[in-house]
T-cell receptor, first 115, second 111 residues
């Protein structure tokens, strides 16, 4: 069966420090991968999605970047964190080539607090 | 573009009360519709989905019917339990795009 791992679970970082969040998927090949952010009191905002190694689409301009160095690994990064980067970050995957009926499967999330 | 609108929360109910959480959408193309649930401190789990008009998705006593004429997908449960306390997200997908989510509705069920 497929599983998704996301770490760390919680993170407290000072303003201006770098960030690296990692997500890996097991049990499937060439999944579509996603990073979402959930800010306090707000819904889920799609940040990045990837349909293959090195293929990253950014949904919104921001202080963050994403990379996919391996088929089932998705990394969210920042060179210098801002206070506004605080939130709950969720990694998700869906079946490759999945159509309109395809659901997404989510990791447990990372609670990031920038201080 | 695609968008999902959910009713503002929190929704506070007593145990065994009837639940309705409203969800309406706009979409480019013919969407599939989803409800996800997020328990405290956790990621999202798929609760139910419907892929075409008049389909009814159901799971764990929750139901939602895909209403194309009103572009709605309201979530209902006949008798809520304390364990149903969570945040509920309505979402849609068109084509091969990523899921678009609503802002979420927090449900609090009191014993």
């Amino acid at each position: 069966s497929q599983t998704i791992h996301q770490w760390p679970a919680t993170l407290v970082q000072p303003v201006g420090s770098p960030l690296s969040l990692e997500c890996t998927v097991e049990g499937t090949s060439n999944p579509n991968l996603y990073w979402y952010r959930q800010a306090a009191g707000r819904g889920l905002q799609l940040l990045f999605y990837s349909v293959g190694i090195g293929q990253i689409s950014s949904e919104v301009p921001q202080n963050l970047s994403a990379s996919r160095p391996q088929d089932r690994q998705f990394i969210l990064s920042s060179k210098k964190l801002l206070l506004s980067d605080s939130g709950f970050y969720l990694c998700a995957w869906s079946e490759p080539g999945g159509g309109v009926n395809t659901e997404a499967f989510f990791g447990q999330g990372t609670r990031l607090t920038v201080v | 573009g695609n968008s999902v609108t959910q009713m503002e929360g929190p929704v506070t109910l007593s145990e065994e009360a009837f639940l309705t959480i409203n969800c309406t959408y706009t979409a480019t193309g013919y969407p599939s519709l989803f409800w996800y649930v997020q328990y405290p401190g956790e990621g999202l789990q798929l609760l139910l989905k419907a892929t075409k008009a008049d389909d009814k998705g159901s799971n764990k006593g929750f139901e939602a019917t895909y209403r194309k004429e009103t572009t709605s997908f309201h979530l209902e449960k006949g008798s809520v339990q304390v364990s149903d306390s969570a945040v509920y997200f309505c979402a849609l997908r068109t084509g091969r795009r990523a899921l678009t989510f609503g802002s979420g509705t927090r449900l609090q069920v009191q014993p």
